[in-house]
């Protein structure tokens, strides 16, 4: 079935650092790709998303290129910021319209020391 | 707007007590789905519903019940609580699945004892 694989935290950056985080996913059919956010203590939210290939996906100074060719869905920041720590999901939404449920990684933590 | 509002916050339960987790939703979305989230696992489905009136299995249904009879809620039952079970549910809605943002619940930490 589809699946959703990411780089294994914590990760652990100064202020201003390069962000990476790698996503990878196997899927039968054409899925949107999503990453989401989780600060502590409460819910997920979306960062941004892509729903076809070459597809740019930006917000917040966050960015992920969907490439179908590498089966990849990687996020990147510039400069990060203490208020960026939290947990990071990729995710795809499985093809087939309305029952398109999401799938998720396990989760990249990312810590901002100032 | 309220959004997606789960409650309670936090339940203690004792192995065999059931209970329902709520979830409703003012968003007049007709998707609502259920994911349970343990360290090192990330996010798993446990039902989902397309719409009032139907209701589907997810990765981990068992020992959980669901049903929709209106479009703003739904609520999650525990049976039979088991240890586990222990773990922080998120309730989210959307439109529809697929390419749809999908808008999570602040979530439920249920702890079995």
């Known amino acids: 079935g589809d699946s959703v694989t990411q780089m294994e935290g914590p990760v652990t950056l100064s202020e201003e650092a390069f962000l990476t985080i790698n996503c990878t996913y196997t899927a039968t059919g054409y899925p949107s790709l999503f990453w989401y956010v989780q600060y502590p203590g409460e819910g997920l939210q979306l960062l941004l998303k892509a729903t076809k290939a070459d597809d740019k996906g930006s917000n917040k100074g966050f960015e992920a290129t969907y490439r179908k060719e590498t089966t990849s869905f990687h996020l990147e920041k510039g400069s990060v910021q203490v208020s960026d720590s939290a947990v990071y999901f990729c995710a795809l939404s499985e093809d087939g319209g309305s029952q398109g449920n999401l799938i998720f990684g396990k989760g990249t933590k990312l810590s901002v020391k100032p | 707007n309220a959004g997606v509002t789960q409650t309670p916050k936090f339940q203690v339960l004792k192995t065999g007590q059931s209970m329902t987790l709520q979830c409703a939703q003012d968003?007049?979305?007709?998707?609502m789905s259920w994911y349970r989230q343990d360290p090192g696992m990330g996010l798993r489905l446990i039902h989902y519903s397309v719409g009032a009136g139907i209701t589907d299995q997810g990765e981990v249904p068992n020992g959980y019940n669901v049903s929709r009879s209106t479009t703003e809620d739904f609520p999650l039952r525990l049976l039979s609580a088991a240890p586990s079970q222990t773990s922080v549910y998120f309730c989210a809605s959307s439109y529809f699945a697929g390419q749809e943002t999908q808008y999570f619940g602040p979530g439920t930490r249920l702890l079995v004892l």
């Open positions: 968003m007049n979305h007709e998707y």
